[in-house]
Structures are given as structure tokens and as C-alpha cells.
């Protein structure tokens, strides 16, 4: 799993940094393991069989939702090489093949119908005729005029024409075609290198989108390649490029580290509006790399990152907040601020909050609702909620504060989930653990 990167700043609410929190990518994307999520249904489960008082709680749905959205060349207007125009497909059949007029002229009346394979044949049939003086503009628009009707060869044959020709337009056209499979074979490299060829021209969202295939989809991962993408894509507008390739600066992945040029990219970033790049500049205050160590500098990117809506801002300010680092220690404040990260659907800040009810830190003890903090955090895929959940499911038990039943199938699903996502603990009290 990605995770959060703080390396250096001890931050948890007992004055240790939780081994969980670190920062992979300052984008503050969190990649998941390929495996089934925690069950939702676990949350409502603690909730009709715990007997503990419960608050309201203000988690927000717990569900893992994914969709995938396949654009069709068909509605890809804004891709066509040319503006606008009268319809030069409209014309004399005559001109069209001199070699076989009668097939001409029927191609064109079945193509003025709206017929896209006529359009489509019409044009091959004009730039294979010989005997005739080639009408380039009309035979673009007779390809046109097949893929605005749906017929995909029209759409390759106008696309592979204008990257051909330099355009970026037409090679981002043939990227999304190759990665869709959408009327050619579905080839990730290929696609590829077309993203990088129309990012080269100068497409902004081809060069974020040959990112995300680098970052797993069907090719190789490579940090140097990413990198040029993302700075291309940082040099052209993108805010959150500047972020991520100031994190691969900061890691020295793809590029020689630097981290002082690291935090110039999440400045540039984080001027610009990018919050995600207020919060990987205010880690390295935070830990002095890159820039002189300032925690009070920290503290204020920090407020403004979650004052705006970042949860990683508000998870790492209440670190901040919980050990008095930069600003004066509160550990009520510190509680809310994880509650605010929770709420924003954030499960690092769930599994800190979840933490402060287990142990009654900043807020008054409630091992119910500490149950269901941890319980939403492992399914966001925080190993050690996961484990600490088995755990106080386990000792609840054992307290006889618990349903027999529900209690065990809570404790060993915790433990299962924390071997899931990798941790060997978890493994033993699965393998150990007697219902």
C-alpha cells in the first residue's frame, strides 16, 4: 500500500510517530493491494452487537467504489485536426474515382444519407484513383465525416493522418484508441508512446495520462520516464505534476535527489493553489531537508492545506498539534483535527482518532466507537488499524464486554485482514487464533 510519508517526524499521539505514516506520493494518492476490501458490513455489525454506549458517528459511507470510463472515438469532436468548416465532403460525385464512377457516385448518395462506411470507402476509393489529382481536404473530411458516424476505421485513419503530420491532437486520439482497445488492439505500450509523443507537442492531459500508465497500468514502471512526464506536464500548468515530480526530486526516483529543488516545486505548487504541495513543503520544514528546519513554517502550511480541504494537511497538523512541535500542544485540538481528516474520508486520520477513543487521549475513552474508527480505517487499508482492531475485538471479549460470536468473527477478521495487507503479526494471530 502507498502511504503517507513523514520520515523523521516522530508524531503520534503518544510522542511516536505511527510506522504507517509516511508520504509515498505528495499527489496523496493511496494505492490499494489487489485484493477484496474489508466488509462493509462490519461497521454496522459493531454496531448492533456491541452493548458499549455509542455516539453518532460521523463517518462518512465506508463502500470501495470503481468505475471505469471508456471515452467512444465517436464523441471525440475536440480531437478532429480542423476547425470547423463548410462540408468539403459534400462535392461531385464525378471528381470522386474516375476509374469507377458509377461506385463513386453511389458511395457518395449513400454517404450524403449518413452512411458512414460510404464516407469511409468514398475517401479510400478517392486516394487510391490514380487518374485523378488528389483532393486531400475532401478526403479529411470524407474520414471525418465516417468517425463523427461511428465507423472507427474513419476515426484511425483522421488520427494516424494528423499525428503523422505533427499534430498532437490527432496522436492523443490514436493514445486513448490504443489503450481502450477501442477499434484496434488494446496495446498499454503503444498507447504509451503516443501519450508521450502528443505530451512532446505539447497535450497537457496526454502527458497525465501516460503517468497513469506508468504507474501500473499493462507497462513497465519507469521513474526516469515519469519524471520527464511529469515536468513537462509541471512546465506546462499542471499544479499537481509539480507536486508529484517534487516528490520523486525528494526520493531521488528517476532523477538525481535534490531535495532543495524539491521544495521549490511544491512552493511553485502550493502558491498556485495545489494543497497537496502545501503539505509535502511542510513536511520537509517540518524535518529541515531541502530548507532550514522550521516547525512553526510547518504549522502554518499545514493550516493552510486543511483550513482548505486537505486531510493529509489535518492528519500531519495534528501531529504537529499533539507533540506542541511549532505550536502550542492541545491534545483536544489534535483529536479534532483527525476527526476532521476522518470525516473527509481520509483512514489515517480515522485509525489516529480510532486510537485516542481505544486509550481515552483527547477524548473521553469509548471502545465502541473505537471499534468502528479502526474498523473503517482497515478497510481503507491501514495495516495497523487492522491489527489493533483484532486486538480490541479480542480484548473485549475477553472482558465480557462483547457477543461471544460477533466478537470472535470480528477479532479474526482483523487479524486476516492485517495478513492480508502484509503484516506478519497479524499472520500468527490469524494462523494462532481459537475461536
Not at 74 to 92: H, V
Not at 170 to 196: H, Q, T
Not at 199 to 206: A, I, N, Q, T, Y
Amino acid at each position: 500500500m502507498g502511504s503517507l510519508r513523514h520520515s523523521g517526524s516522530e508524531l503520534g499521539p503518544l510522542g511516536g510517530a505511527p510506522s504507517f505514516l509516511s508520504l509515498d506520493a505528495p499527489s496523496h494518492r493511496i494505492k490499494h493491494p489487489r485484493h477484496p476490501p474489508f466488509h462493509a458490513a462490519v461497521v454496522s455489525r459493531i454496531r448492533r452487537q456491541m452493548p458499549l454506549p455509542m455516539t453518532r458517528m460521523p463517518l462518512r459511507s465506508s463502500g470501495l467504489v470503481l468505475s471505469v470510463l471508456l471515452a467512444a472515438c465517436g464523441s471525440q469532436q475536440t480531437l478532429a485536426p480542423s476547425p470547423s468548416k463548410p462540408d468539403a465532403s459534400r462535392g461531385s460525385p464525378a471528381t470522386a474515382a474516375t476509374a469507377a464512377p458509377d461506385k463513386a457516385s453511389n458511395l457518395h448518395t449513400a454517404c450524403e444519407r449518413k452512411d458512414a462506411r460510404a464516407c469511409f470507402d468514398l475517401a479510400v476509393l478517392m486516394e487510391e484513383d490514380s487518374g485523378a489529382p488528389k483532393d486531400e481536404a475532401r478526403v479529411r473530411a470524407l474520414y471525418k465525416k465516417a468517425c463523427d458516424g461511428g465507423d472507427l476505421r474513419g476515426c484511425i485513419k483522421l488520427h494516424t493522418d494528423a499525428c503523422d503530420r505533427g499534430e498532437a491532437l490527432g496522436c492523443a486520439a490514436l493514445a486513448e484508441m490504443a489503450e481502450s482497445g477501442k477499434g484496434v488492439s488494446k496495446d498499454p505500450n503503444r498507447a504509451l508512446e503516443l501519450y508521450i509523443k502528443a505530451c512532446d507537442g505539447g497535450h497537457l492531459s496526454s502527458c497525465t495520462k501516460g503517468l497513469t500508465l506508468i504507474d501500473g497500468a499493462g507497462v513497465e514502471k519507469n521513474d526516469a520516464r515519469a519524471a520527464a512526464l511529469y515536468g513537462k506536464a509541471c512546465d506546462g500548468g499542471s499544479l499537481a505534476s509539480c507536486t508529484v515530480v517534487g516528490n520523486l526530486y525528494a526520493d531521488g526516483r528517476g532523477v538525481a535527489k535534490d531535495e532543495a529543488r524539491a521544495a521549490a516545486l511544491y512552493e511553485k505548487a502550493c502558491d498556485g493553489g495545489n494543497l497537496g504541495g502545501c503539505t509535502s513543503l511542510g513536511n520537509l520544514y517540518a524535518d529541515g531537508r531541502g530548507v532550514a528546519k522550521d516547525e512553526a513554517r510547518a504549522v502554518a502550511l499545514y493550516e493552510k492545506a486543511c483550513d482548505a480541504g486537505d486531510s493529509f494537511g489535518c492528519n500531519y497538523l495534528g501531529n504537529m498539534v499533539s507533540n506542541g512541535r511549532g505550536v502550542a500542544k492541545d491534545v483536544v485540538r489534535a483529536m479534532a483535527l483527525y476527526e476532521k481528516a476522518c470525516d473527509a474520508g481520509n483512514p489515517f486520520g480515522c485509525h489516529l482518532l480510532g486510537f485516542g477513543y481505544k486509550l481515552g487521549y483527547g477524548v473521553a475513552k469509548n471502545e465502541a466507537r473505537a471499534l468502528v474508527l479502526l474498523a473503517t480505517a482497515c478497510e481503507g487499508h491501514v495495516v495497523a488499524s487492522c491489527y489493533d482492531l483484532g486486538i480490541l475485538a479480542e480484548d473485549l471479549l475477553r472482558r465480557g464486554l462483547s457477543n461471544k460470536d460477533e466478537g470472535h468473527r470480528l477479532a479474526k477478521l482483523g487479524f486476516d485482514e492485517a495478513c492480508k495487507l502484509g503484516d506478519k503479526k497479524g499472520c500468527e494471530k490469524s494462523s494462532q487464533f481459537k475461536p
